[in-house]
């Protein structure tokens, strides 16, 4: 019966084949080729169903084998209240014992059931964890775009979809008794979504935000020290970027914007040192005021703006406070910080060379420079010794020239 089943179904797989898609007069055709598939594939499953309750009808006229002799039955289990008694402590010490849970343990424990989900679902503790993991490279900036993205998601989603003309295999699908028509031809099937919905969390919660970095969902803006893996013409620096975390290997890769004509560039294998948030909410393409200039001393660390063009984005370069050559460098007698002129040393650079020294005026500093030596911008005082620890950490082993 089956080379005759198979037999007769293949004119209907040729219609399959053979007819345009596009072509409505076909249209019809390709239809009833589907229908043929169909009943065909029902009639073989009733047949090998046929026959396993054959074989099950012989295999039951056999005689029974002996019983074995029967293990002891295990010890009564514990009753739930017995062996979980953790929803009836009282609130604060649960609340201490889930602060205590790591990420993917306090996940695990928001699937026990209904009463628990929600209590490990709170944004007091994934705001924790937030902090802890991703507080050094997330900024202000990097919430404003997530929730800009949720935005947008709920706009998305609230536009409505348009109406799908119905073809006849959908109107089979709906009247023939045979579930997998609907899943496995028909287009537009929300089920699965609708699942995917009812396990994950809420869009706007803490934890779905951590679970977007975590999985690398989310691209976020940070900055990183020695773009394009410590190119010799970027250290030193600091440029603004788009991150992403892969969890397999513990990096990031970052998504570096256009220079000029130059296109977009991506780099793998950012180490978490290499990665900060942008210390000032000034744009890569604007012009950071400066704040600090009064306050400037010879040994003082900052970072100063630069960019090659003007058709380039900025960014952050380490360097010294000098003193002025007319200046005795005997820190009692020292008067730069009196002076309207402030000599800005880049250290990493050998004596003579074009970028070892710059100055900027202290009372009307505005972007200076020109196409041969860049354009200097915005500057920002570094105040704490760990920014200067970090711009210490990535020092080049050899002077550049």
Same mark, same amino acid.
């Given at each position: 019966?089956?080379?005759?089943?198979? $037999?007769?179904?293949?004119?209907?797989?040729?219609?399959?084949?053979?007819?345009?898609?596009?072509?409505?007069?076909?249209?019809?055709?390709?239809?009833?080729?589907?229908?043929?598939?169909?009943?065909?594939?029902?009639?073989?499953?009733?047949?090998?169903?046929?026959?396993?309750?054959?074989?099950?009808?012989?295999?039951?006229?056999?005689?029974?084998?002996?019983?074995?002799?029967?293990?002891?039955?295990?010890?009564?289990?514990?009753?739930?209240?017995?062996?979980?008694?953790?929803?009836?402590?009282?609130?604060?010490?649960?609340?201490?014992?889930?602060?205590?849970?790591?990420?993917?343990?306090?996940?695990?424990?928001?699937?026990?059931?209904?009463?628990?989900?929600?209590?490990?679902?709170?944004?007091?503790?994934?705001?924790?964890?937030?902090?802890?993991?991703?507080?050094?490279?997330?900024?202000?900036?990097?919430?404003?775009? %997530?929730?800009?993205?949720?935005?947008?998601?709920?706009?998305?989603?609230?536009?409505?979809?348009?109406?799908?003309?119905?073809?006849?295999?959908?109107?089979?699908?709906?009247?023939?008794?045979?579930?997998?028509?609907?899943?496995?031809?028909?287009?537009?099937?929300?089920?699965?979504?609708?699942?995917?919905?009812?396990?994950?969390?809420?869009?706007?919660?803490?934890?779905?935000?951590?679970?977007?970095?975590?999985?690398?969902?989310?691209?976020?803006?940070?900055?990183?020290?020695?773009?394009?893996?410590?190119?010799?013409?970027?250290?030193?620096?600091?440029?603004?970027?788009?991150?992403?975390?892969?969890?397999?290997?513990?990096?990031?890769?970052?998504?570096?914007?256009?220079?000029?004509?130059?296109?977009?560039?991506?780099?793998?294998?950012?180490? %978490?040192? /290499?990665?900060?948030?942008?210390?000032?909410?000034?744009?890569?393409?604007?012009?950071?005021?400066?704040?600090?200039?009064?306050?400037?001393?010879?040994?003082?660390?900052?970072?100063?703006?630069? /960019?090659?063009?003007?058709?380039?984005?900025?960014?952050?370069?380490?360097?010294?406070?000098?003193?002025?050559?007319?200046?005795?460098?005997?820190?009692?007698?020292?008067?730069?910080?009196?002076?309207?002129? $402030?000599?800005?040393?880049?250290?990493?650079?050998?004596?003579?060379?074009?970028?070892?020294?710059?100055?900027?005026? /202290?009372?009307?500093?505005?972007?200076?420079?020109?196409?041969?030596?860049?354009?200097?911008?915005?500057?920002?005082?570094?105040?704490?010794?760990?920014?200067?620890?970090?711009?210490?950490?990535?020092?080049?082993?050899?002077?550049?020239?």
């Amino acid at each position: 019966m089956l080379p005759l089943l198979l $037999i007769s179904t293949l004119p209907a797989f040729t219609l399959l084949l053979v007819a345009p898609a596009s072509y409505k007069p076909w249209k019809l055709a390709r239809e009833l080729g589907l229908v043929a598939l169909l009943i065909a594939r029902e009639l073989l499953s009733h047949s090998a169903s046929a026959a396993a309750g054959r074989k099950d009808r012989g295999a039951r006229r056999m005689p029974p084998p002996p019983k074995a002799r029967q293990a002891p039955p295990p010890p009564p289990a514990l009753a739930m209240d017995d062996a979980l008694p953790l929803l009836d402590l009282p609130e604060l010490a649960l609340d201490r014992v889930l602060e205590e849970l790591a990420p993917a343990s306090l996940a695990a424990m928001a699937c026990v059931c209904a009463g628990l989900r929600d209590r490990c679902s709170m944004d007091s503790l994934w705001a924790r964890h937030v902090r802890g993991k991703w507080g050094r490279v997330l900024g202000a900036a990097a919430r404003e775009e %997530w929730e800009a993205e949720l935005a947008a998601r709920a706009a998305a989603a609230a536009r409505p979809r348009p109406n799908r003309r119905r073809s006849w295999a959908d109107s089979l699908a709906c009247a023939w008794p045979f579930s997998w028509i609907g899943c496995r031809w028909v287009k537009g099937d929300t089920a699965a979504p609708a699942v995917h919905s009812a396990l994950a969390p809420p869009a706007d919660t803490v934890v779905a935000w951590y679970r977007a970095l975590e999985c690398g969902e989310f691209w976020f803006p940070a900055q990183v020290y020695n773009r394009e893996d410590g190119h010799v013409g970027f250290l030193l620096s600091c440029y603004d970027a788009h991150l992403r975390y892969d969890r397999r290997t513990d990096t990031f890769t970052a998504r570096y914007p256009p220079h000029g004509r130059k296109p977009a560039k991506e780099e793998d294998g950012v180490q %978490w040192c /290499r990665v900060r948030s942008a210390p000032v909410s000034t744009p890569a393409q604007d012009l950071h005021i400066s704040g600090c200039l009064d306050g400037l001393h010879p040994g003082d660390h900052f970072e100063i703006q630069w /960019r090659k063009n003007k058709d380039f984005p900025y960014g952050w370069w380490y360097g010294v406070v000098g003193h002025l050559e007319s200046c005795n460098p005997n820190e009692h007698l020292c008067r730069c910080h009196e002076d309207d002129t $402030i000599m800005l040393e880049f250290k990493h650079y050998a004596a003579g060379s074009r970028w070892r020294q710059t100055t900027v005026s /202290r009372k009307d500093h505005r972007e200076k420079g020109d196409e041969a030596d860049g354009f200097y911008g915005g500057i920002r005082k570094l105040q704490t010794k760990d920014e200067i620890s970090t711009w210490r950490r990535f020092w080049p082993v050899d002077v550049l020239s």
